[in-house]
């Protein structure tokens, strides 16, 4: 059967892709990004500090890592309260370990809650993104533009007057938007965000409100992804990582230019007893190899700003 002539005719079909957000490229076909000191790959580890509501509404859905049995899901609810009272100290101590210059996405009800752990991040000079008011303030389609604008400016001053930083970065609550998001975080002040992952090297992207850039903060090398959606052991986890800094570093020679290895972890998930060795020999891999740079997202990005001229 045909398709329908309307589908032919489509007014924003073009080549690549049918809508506006940003322009088409190929990867192969961009300018080489050049990293300092002849570096040919960029780590950049997030950790993901965040706040699950024991009384989770799930409006429109569930964020991944909430609450799954009726209420009080305790057994859940202080797991991820783990993360945010243990697991993270041993994030902390491998992080210092192998010199790695991580990034913390917070939810500013985690900073109102935890002010203590706020501020031992603050104080190592770490950056900060925005993670949303906490994992039960969703963005998502449909929703009211005045209730979305608030939780964006919301979050984004909470952290910023708790914090002493700009605070320029964005990654949504389980990485969700609505079609008004991108334009809400500019007009907020927000330089870059993390949500969509179709891409292994920054992007501009387009908003009625000015450019914004998305980083590419991959899904497919999460913790939580790997282990608990994917039903992958640590062991595994470990091992995707490892070829995938093998892969990019080989990939970045053949082309000349330069690459991002992008970490999402959770320190409810990796900080656990069973697994943080999995993660302290993830870095020791990585930051083995010849021209690794650990770098925060922000410096990524003003460094590739500055070499695509």
């Known amino acids: 059967?045909?398709?329908?002539?309307?589908?032919?005719?489509?007014?924003?079909?073009?080549?690549?892709?049918?809508?506006?957000?940003?322009?088409?490229?190929?990867?192969?076909?961009?300018?080489?990004?050049q990293w300092p000191d002849g570096k040919r790959l960029a780590l950049w580890v997030n950790v993901c500090l965040q706040f699950f509501p024991l009384n989770q509404q799930g409006k429109p859905f569930a964020a991944p890592g909430g609450m799954t049995m009726p209420y009080p899901d305790l057994r859940h609810f202080?797991?991820?309260?783990?993360?945010?009272?243990?697991?993270?100290?041993?994030?902390?101590?491998?992080?210092?370990?192998?010199?790695?210059?991580?990034?913390?996405?917070?939810?500013?009800?985690?900073?109102?809650?935890?002010?203590?752990?706020?501020?031992?991040?603050?104080?190592?000079?770490?950056?900060?993104?925005?993670?949303?008011?906490?994992?039960d303030a969703l963005h998502y389609g449909g929703q009211d533009e005045a209730e979305e604008r608030a939780l964006v400016a919301e979050c984004l001053s909470t952290?910023?007057?708790?914090?002493?930083?700009?605070?320029?970065?964005?990654l949504s609550p389980a990485r969700n938007e609505s079609e008004r998001t991108p334009e809400l975080l500019v007009e907020h002040g927000v330089e870059y965000f993390c949500d969509w992952v179709n891409d292994d090297m920054p992007y501009r992207f387009?908003?009625?409100?000015?450019?914004?850039?998305?980083?590419?903060?991959?899904?497919?090398?999460?913790?939580?992804?790997?282990?608990?959606?994917?039903?992958?052991?640590?062991?595994?986890?470990?091992?995707q990582v490892c070829d995938a800094c093998d892969f990019l570093l080989k990939e970045a020679e053949q082309t000349g230019g330069g690459r991002i290895l992008a970490l999402n972890l959770h320190p409810w998930m990796l900080g656990q007893p069973h697994r943080i060795a999995k993660l302290e020999q993830a870095l020791e891999y990585i930051t083995r190899q010849?021209?690794?740079?650990?770098?925060?997202?922000?410096?990524?990005?003003?460094?590739?700003?500055c070499s695509e001229g």
């Open 159 to 170: 952290l910023r007057e708790a914090s002493g930083q700009p605070v320029t970065g964005w």
């Open 1 to 33: 059967m045909a398709l329908d002539r309307e589908h032919l005719e489509y007014p924003r079909r073009s080549y690549g892709m049918d809508h506006d957000r940003y322009d088409w490229s190929m990867l192969t076909d961009r300018p080489a990004v």
């Open 206 to 239: 387009h908003t009625d409100n000015g450019g914004l850039w998305a980083m590419p903060l991959s899904n497919e090398l999460e913790d939580h992804f790997v282990i608990m959606n994917n039903q992958h052991s640590e062991q595994s986890w470990l091992e």
């Open 78 to 135: 202080s797991l991820r309260d783990y993360g945010n009272r243990v697991g993270i100290y041993r994030f902390l101590k491998a992080f210092d370990s192998y010199g790695i210059k991580p990034s913390f996405a917070i939810n500013s009800a985690l900073a109102e809650r935890a002010p203590a752990l706020l501020r031992t991040i603050a104080n190592r000079g770490d950056e900060i993104l925005a993670h949303g008011i906490h994992m």
């Open 290 to 305: 010849q021209g690794v740079w650990s770098v925060s997202p922000g410096k990524i990005l003003s460094t590739f700003t």
